[in-house]
């Protein structure tokens, strides 16, 4: 299957404004991409390094490139020059090779603070208490050149609703908890995937990562 083009109006409609759809198109050719462009998406999700960079000089250069994957610190400087919004920063090392990269490329870099909502003990993030702590006491004058731009949880891949529910809605209470003191580029909770999202959306998420409900299953 290529871009699901009527799913993805419909899915719009409902969202009705309330998120951000970001079309996740790893594994996806070229085409489906360009299928995808040519709908009206701009915001696209990659979650590997190497995949990103093979896509990226040769599809159209005003696509907002958010990287949702697990990101090791020795990696970022791939991505630095042209990365639009990294959602996965889950340890104090990596926003510290997100500054120096930052500097090197003369941009500033937006990311997500990545908390652990999930049964999966696979799954990476701060714990909520974690994030609260640490970001609260957080000296935001050593990032001069990181936009704080909210925070990005995945729930356990799971069909119990009051599960998901909770998960989410134990993102959104550290997403307002410290929305107090972040500042005001404080707008973003990732949330939300193919199997997810209406709840997510429902508990507050500003975005949603989506991939097979418009490409089909991965490659």
Not at 15 to 30: D, E
Not at 37 to 56: I, M
Not at 118 to 139: H, M, N, V, W
């Amino acid at each position: 299957m290529a871009f699901d083009f009527k799913t993805y109006q419909e899915i719009l409609h409902q969202l009705n404004g309330a998120a951000t759809l970001v079309a996740v198109s790893k594994t996806k050719p070229h085409t489906d991409i360009m299928e995808a462009y040519a709908s009206g998406v701009r915001d696209f999700g990659e979650n590997y390094v190497q995949e990103l960079l093979e896509k990226q000089p040769i599809l159209p250069q005003d696509i907002r490139w958010h990287f949702i994957g697990h990101l090791q610190s020795n990696k970022v400087k791939y991505i630095a020059p042209f990365v639009h919004l990294i959602h996965g920063v889950d340890k104090l090392g990596l926003l510290d090779e997100i500054q120096k990269q930052a500097l090197k490329n003369q941009r500033t870099i937006s990311v997500l603070i990545q908390v652990h909502v999930a049964s999966e003990e696979t799954k990476y993030g701060f714990s909520p208490r974690e994030a609260i702590e640490i970001f609260t006491q957080l000296d935001k004058s050593r990032y001069s050149q990181i936009t704080f731009c909210g925070i990005m949880a995945m729930a356990t891949f799971t069909n119990d609703q009051s599960q998901l529910q909770r998960e989410f809605s134990a993102a959104k209470e550290v997403f307002d908890s410290l929305s107090k003191v972040m500042g005001n580029d404080w707008q973003t909770l990732s949330m939300g995937m193919s199997s997810d999202w209406n709840l997510a959306v429902a508990a507050g998420s500003t975005l949603v990562r989506l991939g097979s409900i418009l490409f089909g299953s991965r490659n």
